[in-house]
Protein backbone atom coordinates (compact mmCIF):
# COMPACT_ATOMS: atom_id res chain seq x y z
CA UNK A 1 0.00 0.00 0.00
CA UNK A 2 2.40 2.76 0.82
CA UNK A 3 4.76 1.32 -2.76
CA UNK A 4 1.84 1.67 -4.57
CA UNK A 5 0.84 5.27 -3.10
CA UNK A 6 4.02 6.51 -3.41
CA UNK A 7 4.10 5.49 -6.96
CA UNK A 8 0.57 7.01 -7.93
CA UNK A 9 1.78 9.92 -5.51
CA UNK A 10 4.91 10.66 -8.37
CA UNK A 11 2.42 10.06 -11.24
CA UNK A 12 -0.49 12.30 -10.43
CA UNK A 13 -0.70 15.69 -11.98
CA UNK A 14 -2.00 17.45 -8.92
CA UNK A 15 -2.49 20.68 -10.63
CA UNK A 16 -4.56 18.98 -13.32
CA UNK A 17 -6.86 17.31 -10.69
CA UNK A 18 -7.84 20.16 -9.09
CA UNK A 19 -8.03 22.34 -12.68
CA UNK A 20 -10.30 20.03 -13.84
CA UNK A 21 -12.74 19.44 -10.52
CA UNK A 22 -12.95 23.48 -10.35
CA UNK A 23 -14.40 23.83 -13.99
CA UNK A 24 -16.66 21.17 -12.85
CA UNK A 25 -17.72 22.80 -10.13
CA UNK A 26 -17.88 26.32 -11.16
CA UNK A 27 -19.80 25.03 -14.32
CA UNK A 28 -22.41 23.53 -12.59
CA UNK A 29 -22.61 26.32 -9.72
CA UNK A 30 -23.05 28.76 -12.68
CA UNK A 31 -26.19 26.47 -13.70
CA UNK A 32 -27.52 26.52 -11.13
CA UNK A 33 -27.48 30.42 -9.56
CA UNK A 34 -28.87 31.55 -13.01
CA UNK A 35 -29.47 35.11 -12.73
CA UNK A 36 -33.09 35.87 -12.19
CA UNK A 37 -34.98 38.69 -10.49
CA UNK A 38 -34.92 40.43 -8.22
CA UNK A 39 -31.46 41.41 -10.51
CA UNK A 40 -29.40 43.19 -7.88
CA UNK A 41 -29.87 40.12 -5.56
CA UNK A 42 -28.84 37.67 -7.59
CA UNK A 43 -25.95 39.63 -9.22
CA UNK A 44 -24.58 40.15 -5.24
CA UNK A 45 -25.10 36.16 -5.07
CA UNK A 46 -23.29 34.95 -8.31
CA UNK A 47 -20.21 37.94 -7.26
CA UNK A 48 -19.27 36.13 -4.50
CA UNK A 49 -20.15 32.47 -5.77
CA UNK A 50 -18.86 32.37 -9.02
CA UNK A 51 -15.96 35.11 -8.74
CA UNK A 52 -13.09 33.31 -7.73
CA UNK A 53 -12.26 30.87 -4.67
CA UNK A 54 -10.08 27.74 -4.43
CA UNK A 55 -12.99 25.31 -4.05
CA UNK A 56 -10.63 23.31 -1.90
CA UNK A 57 -14.11 21.90 0.38
CA UNK A 58 -15.95 20.96 -2.76
CA UNK A 59 -13.02 19.41 -4.34
CA UNK A 60 -12.63 17.46 -1.22
CA UNK A 61 -16.07 16.33 -1.15
CA UNK A 62 -16.07 14.79 -4.52
CA UNK A 63 -12.30 13.44 -3.86
CA UNK A 64 -13.55 11.24 -0.59
CA UNK A 65 -16.31 10.02 -2.87
CA UNK A 66 -14.08 8.82 -5.34
CA UNK A 67 -11.96 7.54 -2.66
CA UNK A 68 -15.07 4.92 -1.69
CA UNK A 69 -14.41 1.47 -3.65
CA UNK A 70 -17.47 0.46 -5.30
CA UNK A 71 -18.42 -1.36 -7.82
CA UNK A 72 -21.74 -0.21 -9.34
CA UNK A 73 -21.23 3.27 -10.44
CA UNK A 74 -18.68 4.91 -12.98
CA UNK A 75 -16.40 7.62 -12.05
CA UNK A 76 -18.64 9.76 -13.96
CA UNK A 77 -21.74 8.91 -12.06
CA UNK A 78 -19.49 9.07 -8.95
CA UNK A 79 -18.98 12.89 -9.22
CA UNK A 80 -21.82 13.38 -10.84
CA UNK A 81 -23.89 12.47 -7.45
CA UNK A 82 -21.63 14.28 -6.00
CA UNK A 83 -21.47 17.40 -7.46
CA UNK A 84 -24.46 18.95 -5.84
CA UNK A 85 -23.97 18.33 -2.54
CA UNK A 86 -20.01 20.00 -3.32
CA UNK A 87 -21.45 23.14 -4.65
CA UNK A 88 -24.06 23.42 -1.74
CA UNK A 89 -21.09 23.15 -0.04
CA UNK A 90 -19.46 26.28 -1.69
CA UNK A 91 -22.93 28.05 -1.86
CA UNK A 92 -22.30 28.38 2.22
CA UNK A 93 -18.57 28.57 2.40
CA UNK A 94 -19.11 31.83 0.15
CA UNK A 95 -21.93 32.78 2.40
CA UNK A 96 -20.20 32.77 5.02
CA UNK A 97 -17.58 35.60 3.72
CA UNK A 98 -20.06 37.39 2.21
CA UNK A 99 -21.47 37.69 6.57
CA UNK A 100 -17.85 37.45 8.20
CA UNK A 101 -16.86 40.61 5.79
CA UNK A 102 -19.73 42.75 6.68
CA UNK A 103 -18.94 45.86 9.34
CA UNK A 104 -20.99 43.96 12.05
CA UNK A 105 -18.52 41.72 12.17
CA UNK A 106 -14.89 41.53 10.42
CA UNK A 107 -15.41 44.80 8.42
CA UNK A 108 -13.44 43.84 5.18
CA UNK A 109 -12.94 45.70 2.41
CA UNK A 110 -11.26 43.12 0.12
CA UNK A 111 -11.85 39.79 -0.21
CA UNK A 112 -9.76 37.25 -3.32
CA UNK A 113 -8.38 40.99 -4.52
CA UNK A 114 -11.68 42.43 -4.93
CA UNK A 115 -14.23 44.37 -3.11
CA UNK A 116 -16.26 43.00 -0.73
CA UNK A 117 -19.91 42.27 -1.32
CA UNK A 118 -21.31 44.71 0.52
CA UNK A 119 -18.57 47.15 -0.85
CA UNK A 120 -19.85 46.33 -4.03
CA UNK A 121 -23.81 45.99 -3.25
CA UNK A 122 -24.31 47.69 0.05
CA UNK A 123 -24.99 45.77 3.54
CA UNK A 124 -28.76 45.25 2.96
CA UNK A 125 -27.94 43.32 -0.29
CA UNK A 126 -24.85 41.59 1.38
CA UNK A 127 -26.74 40.58 4.24
CA UNK A 128 -30.04 39.25 2.42
CA UNK A 129 -27.54 37.25 -0.60
CA UNK A 130 -26.21 35.38 2.49
CA UNK A 131 -29.84 34.16 4.26
CA UNK A 132 -30.69 33.44 0.24
CA UNK A 133 -27.20 31.17 0.05
CA UNK A 134 -27.79 29.29 3.01
CA UNK A 135 -31.45 28.77 1.75
CA UNK A 136 -29.88 28.05 -1.94
CA UNK A 137 -27.59 25.25 -0.65
CA UNK A 138 -29.94 23.38 0.85
CA UNK A 139 -32.10 23.44 -1.85
CA UNK A 140 -29.55 22.51 -4.12
CA UNK A 141 -28.72 19.34 -2.00
CA UNK A 142 -32.38 17.97 -1.23
CA UNK A 143 -33.07 19.04 -5.13
CA UNK A 144 -30.26 18.44 -7.21
CA UNK A 145 -28.47 15.13 -5.97
CA UNK A 146 -29.76 11.85 -8.22
CA UNK A 147 -32.84 10.08 -7.64
CA UNK A 148 -30.37 6.87 -7.34
CA UNK A 149 -29.24 8.01 -3.90
CA UNK A 150 -32.30 7.55 -1.56
CA UNK A 151 -33.89 10.50 -0.15
CA UNK A 152 -33.05 9.13 3.63
CA UNK A 153 -29.79 9.75 2.56
CA UNK A 154 -30.20 12.94 1.23
CA UNK A 155 -32.30 14.12 3.67
CA UNK A 156 -29.30 12.72 6.40
CA UNK A 157 -26.48 14.86 4.25
CA UNK A 158 -28.84 17.88 4.25
CA UNK A 159 -29.27 17.93 7.93
CA UNK A 160 -25.72 17.58 8.82
CA UNK A 161 -24.83 20.25 6.33
CA UNK A 162 -27.64 22.39 8.45
CA UNK A 163 -25.78 21.51 11.48
CA UNK A 164 -22.10 21.79 10.41
CA UNK A 165 -22.95 25.35 8.99
CA UNK A 166 -25.17 26.92 11.99
CA UNK A 167 -25.39 27.00 15.66
CA UNK A 168 -22.95 23.90 16.35
CA UNK A 169 -20.83 24.38 13.40
CA UNK A 170 -19.34 27.49 11.79
CA UNK A 171 -21.95 29.81 13.25
CA UNK A 172 -20.72 28.77 16.87
CA UNK A 173 -17.40 28.94 16.11
CA UNK A 174 -17.74 32.25 14.95
CA UNK A 175 -19.44 33.54 18.39
CA UNK A 176 -16.44 31.72 19.94
CA UNK A 177 -14.40 33.89 17.83
CA UNK A 178 -15.87 36.91 18.79
CA UNK A 179 -16.07 35.99 22.24
CA UNK A 180 -12.52 35.59 22.53
CA UNK A 181 -10.87 38.74 20.39
CA UNK A 182 -9.31 40.97 22.68
CA UNK A 183 -8.23 38.05 25.08
CA UNK A 184 -4.83 37.06 24.10
CA UNK A 185 -3.05 38.00 26.97
CA UNK A 186 -5.48 36.80 29.64
CA UNK A 187 -5.41 32.91 27.99
CA UNK A 188 -1.65 33.48 27.20
CA UNK A 189 -1.44 34.16 31.06
CA UNK A 190 -3.74 32.19 31.97
CA UNK A 191 -2.00 29.23 30.54
CA UNK A 192 -4.54 26.78 31.81
CA UNK A 193 -7.23 27.63 28.48
CA UNK A 194 -4.23 28.02 26.48
CA UNK A 195 -1.98 25.30 27.05
CA UNK A 196 -4.44 22.68 26.25
CA UNK A 197 -5.19 24.62 23.03
CA UNK A 198 -9.16 23.83 24.14
CA UNK A 199 -10.47 27.32 23.65
CA UNK A 200 -8.51 27.71 20.08
CA UNK A 201 -10.02 24.42 19.26
CA UNK A 202 -13.04 25.39 20.03
CA UNK A 203 -12.90 28.46 17.79
CA UNK A 204 -10.94 26.50 14.54
CA UNK A 205 -13.92 23.77 14.95
CA UNK A 206 -16.39 25.49 14.18
CA UNK A 207 -15.32 28.29 12.39
CA UNK A 208 -13.64 25.97 9.22
CA UNK A 209 -13.69 22.42 10.70
CA UNK A 210 -16.83 22.12 10.59
CA UNK A 211 -17.57 22.55 6.82
CA UNK A 212 -14.22 20.96 5.66
CA UNK A 213 -15.56 17.53 7.98
CA UNK A 214 -18.64 18.25 6.26
CA UNK A 215 -17.01 17.98 2.95
CA UNK A 216 -14.69 14.93 3.53
CA UNK A 217 -17.68 12.61 4.73
CA UNK A 218 -20.63 13.67 2.66
CA UNK A 219 -19.12 12.99 -0.32
CA UNK A 220 -18.21 9.50 1.15
CA UNK A 221 -21.51 9.50 2.85
CA UNK A 222 -23.72 9.92 -0.47
CA UNK A 223 -21.30 7.00 -2.15
CA UNK A 224 -22.55 4.26 0.42
CA UNK A 225 -18.88 4.50 2.29
CA UNK A 226 -19.58 2.16 5.65
CA UNK A 227 -19.34 3.56 9.09
CA UNK A 228 -15.68 2.24 9.43
CA UNK A 229 -14.60 4.02 6.17
CA UNK A 230 -16.53 7.26 7.22
CA UNK A 231 -15.09 6.78 10.51
CA UNK A 232 -11.35 7.03 8.74
CA UNK A 233 -12.42 9.87 7.19
CA UNK A 234 -13.76 11.85 9.54
CA UNK A 235 -10.29 11.50 11.76
CA UNK A 236 -8.44 12.31 8.58
CA UNK A 237 -10.60 15.50 7.91
CA UNK A 238 -10.14 16.91 11.84
CA UNK A 239 -6.41 16.77 11.13
CA UNK A 240 -6.83 18.45 7.54
CA UNK A 241 -9.23 20.81 9.20
CA UNK A 242 -7.32 21.76 12.07
CA UNK A 243 -4.08 22.43 9.51
CA UNK A 244 -6.09 24.56 6.96
CA UNK A 245 -7.24 26.71 9.81
CA UNK A 246 -3.58 27.24 11.15
CA UNK A 247 -1.82 27.75 7.90
CA UNK A 248 -4.46 30.58 8.34
CA UNK A 249 -3.59 32.14 11.07
CA UNK A 250 0.26 31.87 9.75
CA UNK A 251 -0.73 33.64 6.36
CA UNK A 252 -1.97 36.70 8.19
CA UNK A 253 1.34 37.26 9.77
CA UNK A 254 3.57 36.14 6.33
CA UNK A 255 1.49 36.55 3.58
CA UNK A 256 1.44 40.28 1.76
CA UNK A 257 -1.99 41.55 0.23
CA UNK A 258 -1.12 40.65 -3.46
CA UNK A 259 -0.87 36.70 -2.88
CA UNK A 260 -3.49 36.96 -0.25
CA UNK A 261 -5.89 38.69 -1.92
CA UNK A 262 -7.18 40.13 1.36
CA UNK A 263 -5.76 42.21 3.91
CA UNK A 264 -3.05 40.70 5.73
CA UNK A 265 -2.21 41.23 9.79
CA UNK A 266 -5.84 41.82 10.78
CA UNK A 267 -6.03 38.73 13.51
CA UNK A 268 -2.87 40.81 15.16
CA UNK A 269 -4.37 44.31 14.83
CA UNK A 270 -7.92 42.90 16.19
CA UNK A 271 -6.01 41.25 18.95
CA UNK A 272 -7.71 37.94 17.60
CA UNK A 273 -6.93 34.56 19.52
CA UNK A 274 -5.10 32.52 16.83
CA UNK A 275 -2.40 30.02 16.67
CA UNK A 276 0.06 32.86 16.22
CA UNK A 277 -0.77 35.46 18.29
CA UNK A 278 -1.14 32.51 20.94
CA UNK A 279 2.25 30.75 20.20
CA UNK A 280 4.42 32.40 18.20
CA UNK A 281 5.25 31.66 14.40
CA UNK A 282 8.12 29.01 15.63
CA UNK A 283 6.11 26.91 17.64
CA UNK A 284 2.88 27.31 14.93
CA UNK A 285 4.92 26.01 12.06
CA UNK A 286 6.09 23.43 14.28
CA UNK A 287 2.52 22.31 14.92
CA UNK A 288 1.78 21.97 11.39
CA UNK A 289 4.62 19.83 10.32
CA UNK A 290 3.26 17.66 13.04
CA UNK A 291 0.32 17.81 11.68
CA UNK A 292 1.34 17.27 8.17
CA UNK A 293 3.01 13.83 9.79
CA UNK A 294 -0.44 13.05 11.20
CA UNK A 295 -2.54 13.47 8.55
CA UNK A 296 -0.33 11.32 6.20
CA UNK A 297 -0.25 8.45 8.38
CA UNK A 298 -4.13 8.56 8.75
CA UNK A 299 -4.60 8.26 4.80
CA UNK A 300 -1.69 5.40 4.77
CA UNK A 301 -4.28 3.58 6.97
CA UNK A 302 -6.70 4.57 4.86
CA UNK A 303 -8.66 1.59 2.81
CA UNK A 304 -9.99 3.81 -0.02
CA UNK A 305 -8.67 3.58 -4.17
CA UNK A 306 -5.34 4.72 -5.00
CA UNK A 307 -5.60 7.77 -6.62
CA UNK A 308 -8.01 9.44 -4.86
CA UNK A 309 -6.02 8.83 -1.70
CA UNK A 310 -2.86 10.55 -3.46
CA UNK A 311 -5.43 13.25 -4.08
CA UNK A 312 -6.28 13.34 -0.44
CA UNK A 313 -2.63 13.25 0.61
CA UNK A 314 -1.91 16.02 -1.96
CA UNK A 315 -4.53 18.28 -0.79
CA UNK A 316 -3.58 18.34 3.00
CA UNK A 317 0.03 19.37 1.76
CA UNK A 318 -1.42 22.01 -0.14
CA UNK A 319 -3.67 23.24 2.70
CA UNK A 320 -0.29 22.95 4.72
CA UNK A 321 1.71 25.10 2.43
CA UNK A 322 -0.03 27.46 0.36
CA UNK A 323 0.33 31.07 -0.19
CA UNK A 324 -3.43 32.29 -0.20
CA UNK B 1 -72.42 23.59 4.62
CA UNK B 2 -72.94 27.36 5.21
CA UNK B 3 -75.65 26.48 7.70
CA UNK B 4 -73.22 24.42 9.57
CA UNK B 5 -70.25 26.77 9.52
CA UNK B 6 -72.17 29.38 10.63
CA UNK B 7 -73.88 27.51 13.45
CA UNK B 8 -69.97 26.26 13.96
CA UNK B 9 -68.72 29.98 14.46
CA UNK B 10 -71.21 30.55 16.64
CA UNK B 11 -70.43 27.96 18.89
CA UNK B 12 -66.29 28.35 18.25
CA UNK B 13 -64.06 29.91 20.78
CA UNK B 14 -61.25 31.23 18.70
CA UNK B 15 -59.73 32.82 21.89
CA UNK B 16 -59.52 29.58 23.11
CA UNK B 17 -58.36 28.04 20.41
CA UNK B 18 -55.54 30.55 19.66
CA UNK B 19 -54.35 30.22 23.01
CA UNK B 20 -54.08 26.20 23.35
CA UNK B 21 -52.37 25.66 20.29
CA UNK B 22 -50.01 28.69 21.47
CA UNK B 23 -49.27 27.06 24.02
CA UNK B 24 -48.39 23.77 22.21
CA UNK B 25 -46.47 25.76 20.03
CA UNK B 26 -44.22 27.67 22.65
CA UNK B 27 -43.63 24.96 24.97
CA UNK B 28 -42.04 22.69 21.35
CA UNK B 29 -40.58 25.91 20.92
CA UNK B 30 -38.75 25.76 23.92
CA UNK B 31 -37.71 22.30 24.09
CA UNK B 32 -36.11 22.63 20.41
CA UNK B 33 -33.94 25.13 21.72
CA UNK B 34 -32.33 23.89 24.71
CA UNK B 35 -29.32 26.74 25.80
CA UNK B 36 -26.23 25.65 24.60
CA UNK B 37 -22.64 26.65 24.31
CA UNK B 38 -21.76 29.36 22.93
CA UNK B 39 -24.45 30.85 25.43
CA UNK B 40 -24.51 34.45 24.15
CA UNK B 41 -25.72 32.70 20.80
CA UNK B 42 -28.23 30.91 22.10
CA UNK B 43 -29.65 33.81 25.00
CA UNK B 44 -30.29 35.90 21.37
CA UNK B 45 -31.81 32.69 19.90
CA UNK B 46 -34.04 31.95 22.55
CA UNK B 47 -34.89 36.00 23.25
CA UNK B 48 -36.05 36.47 19.25
CA UNK B 49 -37.73 33.04 18.94
CA UNK B 50 -39.81 32.66 22.46
CA UNK B 51 -40.26 35.91 23.84
CA UNK B 52 -43.72 37.04 22.16
CA UNK B 53 -45.29 36.84 18.96
CA UNK B 54 -49.03 36.09 17.63
CA UNK B 55 -48.08 32.78 15.99
CA UNK B 56 -50.54 32.87 13.67
CA UNK B 57 -48.33 31.14 10.79
CA UNK B 58 -47.67 28.55 13.03
CA UNK B 59 -51.58 28.55 14.35
CA UNK B 60 -52.16 28.70 10.49
CA UNK B 61 -49.81 25.43 9.82
CA UNK B 62 -51.21 23.03 12.88
CA UNK B 63 -55.50 24.51 11.44
CA UNK B 64 -54.89 23.21 7.99
CA UNK B 65 -53.55 20.20 9.56
CA UNK B 66 -56.57 19.29 11.15
CA UNK B 67 -59.10 20.83 8.03
CA UNK B 68 -57.92 17.88 6.04
CA UNK B 69 -60.17 15.06 5.99
CA UNK B 70 -58.66 11.63 6.58
CA UNK B 71 -59.45 9.02 9.19
CA UNK B 72 -56.03 7.53 9.55
CA UNK B 73 -55.31 9.90 12.47
CA UNK B 74 -56.50 11.45 15.75
CA UNK B 75 -56.46 15.17 16.02
CA UNK B 76 -53.78 14.82 18.44
CA UNK B 77 -52.00 12.85 16.21
CA UNK B 78 -52.31 15.66 13.47
CA UNK B 79 -51.20 17.85 15.90
CA UNK B 80 -48.09 16.08 16.81
CA UNK B 81 -46.88 15.22 13.39
CA UNK B 82 -46.93 18.95 12.05
CA UNK B 83 -45.95 20.79 15.09
CA UNK B 84 -42.16 20.47 14.20
CA UNK B 85 -43.01 22.20 10.80
CA UNK B 86 -45.08 24.94 12.68
CA UNK B 87 -42.11 25.56 14.76
CA UNK B 88 -39.68 25.81 11.70
CA UNK B 89 -41.96 28.15 10.57
CA UNK B 90 -41.83 30.66 13.91
CA UNK B 91 -37.57 30.31 13.74
CA UNK B 92 -37.91 31.25 9.96
CA UNK B 93 -39.88 34.23 11.03
CA UNK B 94 -38.31 35.33 14.18
CA UNK B 95 -34.89 35.20 11.89
CA UNK B 96 -36.67 37.53 9.35
CA UNK B 97 -37.33 39.98 12.00
CA UNK B 98 -33.78 40.05 13.65
CA UNK B 99 -32.31 40.60 9.94
CA UNK B 100 -35.11 42.84 9.27
CA UNK B 101 -34.15 45.24 12.24
CA UNK B 102 -30.46 45.19 11.29
CA UNK B 103 -29.53 48.86 11.14
CA UNK B 104 -27.99 47.69 7.69
CA UNK B 105 -32.00 46.91 6.86
CA UNK B 106 -35.02 48.85 9.00
CA UNK B 107 -32.52 49.72 11.73
CA UNK B 108 -35.29 49.38 14.56
CA UNK B 109 -34.62 49.53 18.10
CA UNK B 110 -38.28 48.25 19.07
CA UNK B 111 -40.58 44.90 18.76
CA UNK B 112 -42.96 43.25 20.62
CA UNK B 113 -42.49 46.27 22.78
CA UNK B 114 -39.10 45.11 23.83
CA UNK B 115 -35.62 46.12 22.07
CA UNK B 116 -34.54 44.63 18.86
CA UNK B 117 -32.22 41.52 19.16
CA UNK B 118 -28.88 43.92 18.42
CA UNK B 119 -30.00 46.49 20.72
CA UNK B 120 -29.52 43.42 23.44
CA UNK B 121 -26.67 40.97 21.77
CA UNK B 122 -24.77 43.58 19.28
CA UNK B 123 -25.08 43.43 15.75
CA UNK B 124 -22.93 40.49 15.11
CA UNK B 125 -24.32 37.98 17.82
CA UNK B 126 -27.57 39.50 15.93
CA UNK B 127 -26.85 38.51 12.22
CA UNK B 128 -25.19 35.47 13.50
CA UNK B 129 -28.35 34.43 15.53
CA UNK B 130 -30.35 35.16 12.27
CA UNK B 131 -27.92 32.41 9.64
CA UNK B 132 -28.71 29.96 12.93
CA UNK B 133 -32.33 29.75 12.90
CA UNK B 134 -32.49 29.20 9.15
CA UNK B 135 -29.88 25.97 9.74
CA UNK B 136 -31.89 25.25 12.72
CA UNK B 137 -35.70 25.26 11.57
CA UNK B 138 -34.53 22.89 8.26
CA UNK B 139 -32.96 21.03 10.73
CA UNK B 140 -36.18 20.63 13.17
CA UNK B 141 -38.38 19.30 10.06
CA UNK B 142 -35.88 16.78 9.01
CA UNK B 143 -34.95 15.55 12.22
CA UNK B 144 -38.62 16.22 14.60
CA UNK B 145 -41.43 15.11 11.89
CA UNK B 146 -42.97 11.63 13.42
CA UNK B 147 -41.49 9.18 10.89
CA UNK B 148 -44.48 8.40 10.01
CA UNK B 149 -44.22 11.02 7.52
CA UNK B 150 -42.67 9.24 4.19
CA UNK B 151 -38.75 10.59 4.03
CA UNK B 152 -40.23 12.03 0.32
CA UNK B 153 -42.96 13.95 1.71
CA UNK B 154 -40.54 15.56 4.51
CA UNK B 155 -37.96 16.59 2.21
CA UNK B 156 -40.20 17.86 -0.09
CA UNK B 157 -41.82 20.24 2.46
CA UNK B 158 -37.85 20.99 4.13
CA UNK B 159 -37.44 22.36 0.39
CA UNK B 160 -40.60 24.35 -0.08
CA UNK B 161 -39.61 26.15 3.23
CA UNK B 162 -36.43 27.12 1.58
CA UNK B 163 -37.65 28.10 -1.25
CA UNK B 164 -40.60 30.28 0.25
CA UNK B 165 -37.96 31.85 2.34
CA UNK B 166 -35.42 32.30 0.35
CA UNK B 167 -34.93 34.37 -2.69
CA UNK B 168 -37.89 33.38 -4.49
CA UNK B 169 -39.38 34.40 -1.06
CA UNK B 170 -38.76 36.41 1.48
CA UNK B 171 -35.80 37.31 1.26
CA UNK B 172 -36.55 38.23 -2.78
CA UNK B 173 -39.44 40.32 -1.44
CA UNK B 174 -36.95 42.17 1.15
CA UNK B 175 -35.14 43.17 -1.97
CA UNK B 176 -37.79 44.16 -3.92
CA UNK B 177 -38.92 46.15 -1.10
CA UNK B 178 -35.49 47.98 -0.67
CA UNK B 179 -35.58 48.34 -4.39
CA UNK B 180 -38.70 50.74 -4.52
CA UNK B 181 -38.19 52.10 -1.13
CA UNK B 182 -38.62 56.24 -1.92
CA UNK B 183 -39.94 55.86 -5.41
CA UNK B 184 -43.75 56.15 -3.87
CA UNK B 185 -44.00 59.59 -6.35
CA UNK B 186 -42.66 57.74 -9.55
CA UNK B 187 -45.34 54.67 -9.25
CA UNK B 188 -47.89 56.80 -8.53
CA UNK B 189 -47.62 59.02 -11.33
CA UNK B 190 -46.32 56.56 -13.78
CA UNK B 191 -49.93 55.06 -13.21
CA UNK B 192 -49.16 52.17 -15.31
CA UNK B 193 -47.10 50.06 -12.43
CA UNK B 194 -49.22 51.61 -9.72
CA UNK B 195 -52.69 50.91 -11.24
CA UNK B 196 -52.42 47.02 -11.71
CA UNK B 197 -50.56 46.78 -8.29
CA UNK B 198 -47.65 44.78 -9.63
CA UNK B 199 -45.04 45.98 -7.76
CA UNK B 200 -47.18 46.20 -4.45
CA UNK B 201 -47.65 42.79 -5.33
CA UNK B 202 -44.04 41.74 -6.03
CA UNK B 203 -43.06 43.31 -2.60
CA UNK B 204 -45.90 41.62 -0.79
CA UNK B 205 -46.26 38.09 -2.09
CA UNK B 206 -42.30 37.51 -1.29
CA UNK B 207 -41.91 39.73 1.99
CA UNK B 208 -44.69 38.17 3.91
CA UNK B 209 -46.54 36.18 1.61
CA UNK B 210 -44.66 33.48 0.85
CA UNK B 211 -43.74 32.53 3.97
CA UNK B 212 -47.99 32.14 5.16
CA UNK B 213 -48.65 30.36 1.46
CA UNK B 214 -46.50 27.72 3.09
CA UNK B 215 -47.61 28.05 6.57
CA UNK B 216 -51.04 26.96 5.25
CA UNK B 217 -49.46 24.48 2.36
CA UNK B 218 -47.53 22.52 4.64
CA UNK B 219 -49.95 21.52 7.51
CA UNK B 220 -51.94 20.01 4.92
CA UNK B 221 -49.38 18.73 2.70
CA UNK B 222 -48.07 17.03 5.44
CA UNK B 223 -51.07 15.04 6.46
CA UNK B 224 -51.83 13.85 3.18
CA UNK B 225 -54.06 16.60 1.40
CA UNK B 226 -55.06 15.98 -2.21
CA UNK B 227 -53.79 18.17 -4.68
CA UNK B 228 -57.17 19.42 -5.54
CA UNK B 229 -57.46 20.40 -1.80
CA UNK B 230 -53.80 21.90 -1.86
CA UNK B 231 -54.84 24.27 -4.85
CA UNK B 232 -57.85 25.62 -2.60
CA UNK B 233 -55.68 25.98 0.62
CA UNK B 234 -52.78 28.12 -1.79
CA UNK B 235 -55.87 30.23 -3.39
CA UNK B 236 -57.01 30.76 0.20
CA UNK B 237 -53.72 31.56 1.48
CA UNK B 238 -52.83 34.28 -1.09
CA UNK B 239 -55.34 36.50 0.16
CA UNK B 240 -55.22 35.73 3.79
CA UNK B 241 -51.23 36.62 3.09
CA UNK B 242 -51.81 39.81 1.01
CA UNK B 243 -54.61 41.05 3.86
CA UNK B 244 -51.93 40.47 6.69
CA UNK B 245 -49.79 42.97 4.86
CA UNK B 246 -52.15 45.37 3.97
CA UNK B 247 -53.77 45.33 7.31
CA UNK B 248 -49.97 45.82 8.32
CA UNK B 249 -49.43 49.08 6.10
CA UNK B 250 -52.59 50.32 7.68
CA UNK B 251 -51.20 49.56 11.19
CA UNK B 252 -47.96 51.56 10.46
CA UNK B 253 -50.67 54.85 10.17
CA UNK B 254 -53.29 53.84 12.73
CA UNK B 255 -51.47 52.39 15.23
CA UNK B 256 -49.92 53.55 18.77
CA UNK B 257 -46.28 52.27 19.91
CA UNK B 258 -48.07 50.95 23.15
CA UNK B 259 -50.42 48.18 20.99
CA UNK B 260 -48.47 47.93 18.05
CA UNK B 261 -45.50 46.70 20.15
CA UNK B 262 -43.07 48.89 17.40
CA UNK B 263 -42.22 52.12 16.12
CA UNK B 264 -45.24 53.42 13.97
CA UNK B 265 -45.24 55.74 11.12
CA UNK B 266 -41.55 54.08 9.83
CA UNK B 267 -42.96 53.11 6.48
CA UNK B 268 -44.12 56.68 5.91
CA UNK B 269 -41.12 57.90 7.07
CA UNK B 270 -39.00 55.71 5.18
CA UNK B 271 -41.34 56.17 1.74
CA UNK B 272 -42.31 52.68 1.88
CA UNK B 273 -43.99 51.47 -1.07
CA UNK B 274 -47.33 50.30 1.03
CA UNK B 275 -50.63 49.97 0.00
CA UNK B 276 -51.24 53.16 1.95
CA UNK B 277 -48.53 55.54 1.01
CA UNK B 278 -49.67 54.48 -2.63
CA UNK B 279 -53.69 54.65 -2.57
CA UNK B 280 -54.33 55.90 1.15
CA UNK B 281 -55.84 55.26 3.82
CA UNK B 282 -59.93 54.78 2.49
CA UNK B 283 -58.78 52.82 -0.38
CA UNK B 284 -57.02 50.79 2.05
CA UNK B 285 -59.89 49.71 3.88
CA UNK B 286 -61.85 48.98 0.93
CA UNK B 287 -59.18 46.29 -0.32
CA UNK B 288 -59.56 44.71 3.00
CA UNK B 289 -63.13 44.79 3.24
CA UNK B 290 -62.90 42.95 -0.43
CA UNK B 291 -60.28 41.05 0.17
CA UNK B 292 -61.98 39.69 3.46
CA UNK B 293 -65.33 38.92 1.19
CA UNK B 294 -63.07 37.33 -1.12
CA UNK B 295 -61.45 34.89 1.37
CA UNK B 296 -64.51 33.98 3.17
CA UNK B 297 -66.28 32.50 -0.10
CA UNK B 298 -62.88 30.43 -0.94
CA UNK B 299 -63.46 28.95 2.56
CA UNK B 300 -67.16 28.49 1.76
CA UNK B 301 -65.96 26.11 -0.98
CA UNK B 302 -63.26 24.69 0.90
CA UNK B 303 -63.96 20.73 1.17
CA UNK B 304 -62.48 20.15 4.86
CA UNK B 305 -63.09 19.27 8.61
CA UNK B 306 -65.84 22.13 10.08
CA UNK B 307 -63.91 23.37 12.90
CA UNK B 308 -60.83 23.81 11.17
CA UNK B 309 -63.02 25.92 8.56
CA UNK B 310 -64.18 28.29 11.03
CA UNK B 311 -60.82 28.54 12.38
CA UNK B 312 -59.35 29.51 8.82
CA UNK B 313 -62.25 31.78 8.62
CA UNK B 314 -61.74 33.99 12.01
CA UNK B 315 -57.67 34.16 11.61
CA UNK B 316 -58.43 35.61 8.30
CA UNK B 317 -61.01 38.14 10.31
CA UNK B 318 -58.40 38.63 12.94
CA UNK B 319 -55.29 39.24 10.00
CA UNK B 320 -57.37 42.01 8.93
CA UNK B 321 -58.68 43.38 12.22
CA UNK B 322 -56.04 42.76 14.86
CA UNK B 323 -54.61 46.06 16.58
CA UNK B 324 -50.96 44.78 16.43
Given at each position: ??????????????????????????????????????????????????????????????????????????????????????????????????H??L????????????????????EA?ALL?GD?????????????????????????????????????????????????????????????????????????????????????????????????????????????????????????????????????????????????????????????????????????????????????????????????
Amino acid sequence: MQTESAHSQSTFDFATYLAEKRVLIERELDAYLISKEPKMLWESIRYSVLEGGKRLRAILCLTTGLAVIQEKLSTDEVVQTVLPCACAIEMIHAMSLIHDDLPALDNDDLRRGKPTNHKVYGEAIALLAGDALLMLACETLLTKTPKLISMDSIATVTNELCRATGAEGMVGGQVYDLEFTGRVEQLRTEGGIASDTSTLELIHRGKTGALIKFSAWSGAKLIGASDKELGQINKFSEVLGLAFQIADDLLDVTGDVKSLGKTPGKDQAANKVTWVTLFGEEETRSRLKHLEAEGLELLDNLDCASEPATALRRLLQYAIHRSN
